[in-house]
Nanobody, 115 residues
Framework: QVQLVESGGGLVQPGGSLRLSCAASGSIVSSNVMCWYRQAPGKQREFVAFITSGRTTNYADSVKGRFTIPRDNAKNTMYLQMTSLKPEDTAVYYC?????????WGQGTQVTVSS
């Protein structure tokens, strides 16, 4: 049973920074892709970024240059380092894992950018 647990969300002022974590536990194949998605109120869930086990990354245009997605393979943990946050970044952020032909989701963590 694979579980994903996000943490690190909260309230931050515009222009601020925040780091989210996603810890994966269970039997996880070494070749995998970890992703971040987000869902703002009244909107569909949207892709934010991904990182492969080989550390190839890709970002949505809306966060490129502001967010980075490092990972620690030894700890099966992925992060989302967010800087220069904007009110439009407010959303529930979800961790996603693609491994062994299956897909897993975390429960989400709220990020609110407001003064």
């Amino acid at each position: 049973q694979v579980q994903l647990v996000e943490s690190g969300g909260g309230l931050v002022q515009p222009g601020g920074s925040l780091r989210l974590s996603c810890a994966a536990s269970g039997s996880i194949v070494s070749s995998n892709v970890m992703c971040w998605y987000r869902q703002a109120p009244g909107k569909q869930r949207e892709f934010v970024a991904f990182i492969t086990s080989g550390r190839t990354t890709n970002y949505a245009d809306s966060v490129k240059g502001r967010f980075t997605i490092p990972r620690d393979n030894a700890k099966n943990t992925m992060y989302l380092q967010m800087t220069s946050l904007k009110p439009e970044d407010t959303a529930v952020y979800y961790c996603n894992l693609l491994a062994g032909g299956r897909e897993y989701w975390g429960q989400g963590t709220q990020v609110t950018v407001s003064s």
